[in-house]
C-alpha cells in the first residue's frame, strides 16, 4: 500500500497541474465543502455553502429545463419530418384507390400510427357498393358530430384517449385503439364535410394538450389531394 505522504503530495501535484478535474467533479466538491463545513463546527454558519447549495439547485433546475427543452425540439423535428415523409406519400398517388392504399399503409408508417380512416359524407342513394379499405361512407352530419365528442375542436381538430364504444370506425371493441386525432376536411363546394381520423393502440399518442399545428397541415395536404383525386 502506498505511504500516506506519497499519496497525498501525488494528489497535490495533480490538483496544482491540473486544478479543473477538481472544479468540474460536482461530487468531489461537495465532498470537499462538506469537509470545509464539519471543520468550522456547528456553531459557525457558512453562508458561502448556503449560497452554493442555493445556486447548486438553480444550477440542476436550469439542467432539466435544458433537456426538456431540447427533447421538446428533437420531438418536434421528428414530427416534422414524419408529416413530410407521409405528404410526399400521398402526392404520389396516381388515382384515389392509390391515395387510399397509401393513406393505409406506408402513411401510417410514416407517422408511426396504426389507423388511418377517410369519412366521407354521402347523401341517400350516392353511395357505391364498395369502398377502398380506410375509406367510410357516413351519414352527412357524421363529421361534425364525431369532431363534438371531443369537445370544441382547435382548428378543426380533435386530439384524444378513445372512449370505450366510440372507435367504432376501427372495428369491433373499437379494434384496440386507444386514442385518435380527428381533423375535419373540405373537400371542396358541392361536397358534404370530411373527416381524417388517425389512430393509435397507445393511449399517449394523442393527447388534447399536444400542438396542432402539423396535423392540421397534414389534413390540409389531404383535402387537396383528395378533392383532386375525386373529381
Do not use: K, W
Not at 461537495?30 to 464539519?38: F, W, Y
Not at 400521398?90 to 408508417?109: I, K, N, Q, Y
Not at 357524421?142 to 364504444?165: D, H, K, M, S, T
Not at 393527447?207 to 373529381?231: H, I, Y
Amino acid at each position: 500500500m502506498p505511504d500516506p505522504e506519497t499519496m497525498r503530495a501525488a494528489v497535490r501535484a495533480t490538483i496544482l497541474s491540473a486544478p479543473e478535474i477538481v472544479l468540474d467533479d460536482t461530487d468531489v466538491m461537495r465532498a470537499l465543502v462538506g469537509a470545509s463545513d464539519r471543520a468550522m463546527g456547528d456553531n459557525v454558519v457558512d453562508l458561502r455553502g448556503l449560497a452554493m447549495a442555493r445556486l447548486e439547485g438553480r444550477l440542476g433546475r436550469l439542467e432539466d429545463t435544458h433537456r426538456n427543452v431540447l427533447a421538446a425540439a428533437y420531438d418536434n423535428i421528428a414530427g416534422t419530418a414524419a408529416v413530410h415523409r407521409a405528404v410526399l406519400e400521398l402526392l404520389e398517388a396516381s388515382d384515389f384507390l392509390d391515395f387510399a392504399a397509401r393513406l393505409a399503409g406506408p402513411v401510417c408508417a410514416a407517422l408511426r400510427i396504426d389507423e388511418a380512416r377517410l369519412v366521407l359524407g354521402s347523401r341517400e342513394g350516392a353511395r357505391p357498393s364498395a369502398m377502398p379499405a380506410g375509406v367510410v361512407l357516413a351519414e352527412p352530419d357524421f363529421a361534425g358530430a364525431y369532431l363534438a365528442l371531443g369537445g370544441r375542436p382547435r382548428r378543426g381538430v380533435v386530439l384524444r384517449e378513445i372512449a370505450p364504444g366510440q372507435g367504432s370506425l376501427f372495428g369491433p371493441g373499437d379494434g384496440g385503439m386507444r386514442s385518435e386525432a380527428a381533423i375535419l376536411l373540405d373537400l371542396g363546394a358541392g361536397r358534404l364535410p370530411a373527416l381524417l381520423v388517425l389512430a393509435s393502440s397507445d393511449p399517449e399518442q394523442f393527447r388534447p394538450d399536444q400542438a396542432t399545428d402539423l396535423l392540421a397541415f397534414f389534413g390540409g395536404v389531404v383535402e387537396r389531394v383528395a378533392a383532386r383525386l375525386l373529381a
